[in-house]
């Protein structure tokens, strides 16, 4: 007769042979690197399913077709998977060789957003038209050129960076001459994943907490100045603690987020059934998007994508953790850093619990300006990944062995040849 200790003890043994699974497999020197491509992959196809479903009705009401946006969205992706492919195959000098031409042009693009040739949306002149109907945000290459310029500078200043002067300059001021043109642009949101990815590299290299509580207090009274000086932003921070306040007017995004997030319940209502895109929620496609997969794939759904985005953080630090160069190091925890951010401020709008800072879902909303950069950001991980220690003898091991077994091959062919002719 089973007893209930005895249930117990199986019970027990079985969870305890399933950690030693999971910890097996995560052991194993290449988990990182499956990791990072298997969960872009999920999101990628993810955000394609959805962004079809949430721009079908703003895409048949501006271009007469309800693929027309998705199908730009599948040409961005399309364009950043060779371009993600190429950081994976980018080798570390040449990459560091880059980081200040990048920065350099990515200042010089948020510079013309204050020409002629910038564009206003939504209180926000963070867009540049290039020509046509193409245009581009070009915060979101400076976040990526941030990242890389700020890794390489930190990385060549490791042994100097006990003294102040060489942890603030020029670090600290060329991130807070992008941080100011973002800000210039009225853009918070953006100005917030720029912050937190500085603050992340400062974390990362031993700064002092003193240095931090500085920099955070001063970029802290800034974000509050420009935000009690905009009427618009008053309104977006009002409306964010309580939407049904101005329901009709400053609440109705965040409010039309609420309901399609609770008329998905558990399992959502099914893709493409959302009711919400149907016009009632603005910009369902793209920084709305995962209200959206709130409604269609109810809690569950929303749960599984948060749980993408945490494991790219965990895989990030294990990365960071577990490499041998600096650059590598911080490079990995600036990307993981911004990945990580704006997805959580994204999500935390949608949800109500932030204000709506109006920036996109990594990976998952409509827009290739953010994409592109995303894309060869996670190229550039999974690089990492596969310079890790362990990943590097295995990967060398790997190919030996295809080398021997195409060797052994070959010798059968010249054997069974030679035998053919006797």
Known sequence: MTTAEDTGDA???????WLADLRGLLDRPLTSYHLIVGVSGL???????MVLSASSYDSLETYGNSYTMALRQLMWVAAGIPLAFVATRLPLRLLRAFTYPMLIVAFVLLVLTFTPLGVEINGNRNWLRLGGPFMMQPSEAAKLALVLWGADVLARKEKLLQHWKHLVIPFV??????????????????????????LVLLFVVGTPLRYFAMFVGVVGL??????????????????????????????????????????????GVGIGNSREKWGWLPEAHTDFIYAVIGEELGLVGTLVVLGMFLTLAYVGIRVALRTEDTFTRLATAGIVGWITAQALVNMGAVLGLLPIAGIPLPLVSYGGSAMLPTLFALGLLVSFARREPAARAALDERSANRAASRAAARARRKSSARHDEG
Do not use: C, K
């Open 11 to 17: 019970g027990a043994e079985r969870r305890s042979s």
């Open 43 to 49: 999101l990628l196809a993810l955000g394609i399913a």
């Open 173 to 198: 001021p060329g991130a807070g001459l992008v941080l100011a043109l973002v800000l210039g642009q009225r853009d918070l949101g953006t100005a917030l994943v720029l912050f937190s990815l500085v």
């Open 222 to 267: 800034l974000v509050t100045y420009l935000a009690i000086t905009s009427a618009y932003r008053m309104r977006r921070l009002m409306s964010f603690m309580d939407p049904f306040a101005d329901y009709s007017n400053s609440g109705w995004q965040a409010a039309h987020s609420l309901f399609g997030l609770g008329t998905g319940g558990w399992w």
